[in-house]
């Protein structure tokens, strides 16, 4: 095989996609679908999870919700196996100082972004055993540096990073690699609500705040869902075979938050 071809991921792959009808999952979706796999998402987006293409097979699942994941794993066993898990569900959680943030808000940002993992994960422990497959656990930036007023956001995505390492050495010896990917700001609806809600507790305009957010980054710009979804194809090829227990950002290096 050439260095070349080793950048393609082999036809066929299983793949499961979570929060896959928008945003970083569903380019995630429609890239593993290009590159020839077969691939089940699951959202809680009713008409999200409709407008996907006829042969994207899907679940109207919450992972916060242990019998949503249970009905979930009941759909994949059509694929026939799973090779690829790609843990993508996730909320930004509130905008607001740690005084101000409940109970409640703290509890669902973790319940989704960490424990709607964990759900996945053990579901699938199992089946990656199976195929010598790959699990990708989608962290973020906010997974390496402290996030003023985004807190439960920030504990959550550190705390992916311990579930993706400690997963990778459990089942690694299984022949199952175990990566995250940490995007910085990356270009859509979720971004643009994040920026509206700190410049209105800094009391300045949209620009200003998404100014100043970018003025953080060293190459001065958004990241595409795309080149998340770049990575993860790189990760499901021949090439990426030896990287497990990494926390892989894409983020045009995102000096401070």
Sequence with gaps: ?????????????????????NGIGLAIAHAFKEAGATVHVCDVDEAALASLPEDVSYTLADVSKEADVTRLFEDVQQLGGLDVVINNAGIAGPTAAVEEISEEMWTRTIDINLN????????????????????????????????????????????????????????????????????GIVRGPRIENVIKDRAAKRGISYEEMEQENLAKVSMRKMVEPTDVAAMALFLSAPGGSNISGQALSVCGNVETL
Excluded: D, H
């Design 1 to 21: 095989m050439s260095v070349i071809e080793s950048l393609i991921p082999r036809q066929g792959l299983k793949v499961l996609i979570t929060a896959g009808a």
């Design 116 to 183: 709607g993992q964990y759900r996945v994960a053990r579901r699938s422990a199992a089946l990656l055993r199976e195929s010598q497959g790959l699990m990708i656990n989608l962290a973020s930036v906010a997974g390496r540096l402290g996030f003023a007023y985004r807190t439960p956001y920030a504990a959550s995505k550190w705390a992916v990073v311990g579930l993706t390492k400690s997963l990778a050495c459990e089942l690694g010896p299984e022949g199952v690699r175990v990566n995250a990917i940490l995007p």
